[in-house]
């Protein structure tokens, strides 16, 4: 099993900056793309940034030029440092892995999520 454990967000003002960083850990063979995901109340989960394990990056086009997605591999760990932060942000933001285990010599690729963290913008 894999185990994606975040911390950061919190209240920040309309314009701040925050940072929220996501840990990997369990029985992982091989990490593919990590991200961050975001649910704000009443709508669906959507996808705010990944990095692929080669760098490869992929951000919504709303948070484009805002936030910037980043990585350590060796480390396994995933941040995400959001600036110009707008009220439109506010949502749960959820780490994502595309993750490789290994049992009992079997590999076995699954999509992990983390619990969660609130990012509040006010205005």
């Known amino acids: 099993q894999v185990q994606l454990v975040e911390s950061g967000g919190g209240l920040v003002q309309a314009g701040g900056s925050l940072r929220v960083s996501c840990a990997a850990s369990?029985?992982?063979?091989?990490?593919?793309?990590m991200g961050w995901y975001r649910q704000a109340p009443g709508k669906q989960r959507e996808l705010v940034a990944t990095?692929?394990?080669?760098?490869?990056?992929n951000y919504a086009d709303s948070v484009q030029g805002r936030f910037t997605i980043s990585r350590d591999n060796a480390k396994k760990t995933v941040t995400l440092q959001m600036n110009s932060l707008n009220p439109e942000d506010t949502a749960v933001y959820y780490c994502?892995?595309?993750?490789?285990?290994?049992?009992?010599?079997?590999?076995?690729?699954?999509?992990?999520w983390g619990q969660g963290t609130q990012v509040t913008v006010s205005s």
């Open positions: 994502y892995a595309d993750a490789f285990t290994n049992s009992g010599g079997v590999l076995s690729s699954s999509a992990y």
């Open positions: 369990g029985s992982i063979f091989r990490l593919d793309d």
């Open positions: 990095r692929s394990s080669g760098g490869i990056t």
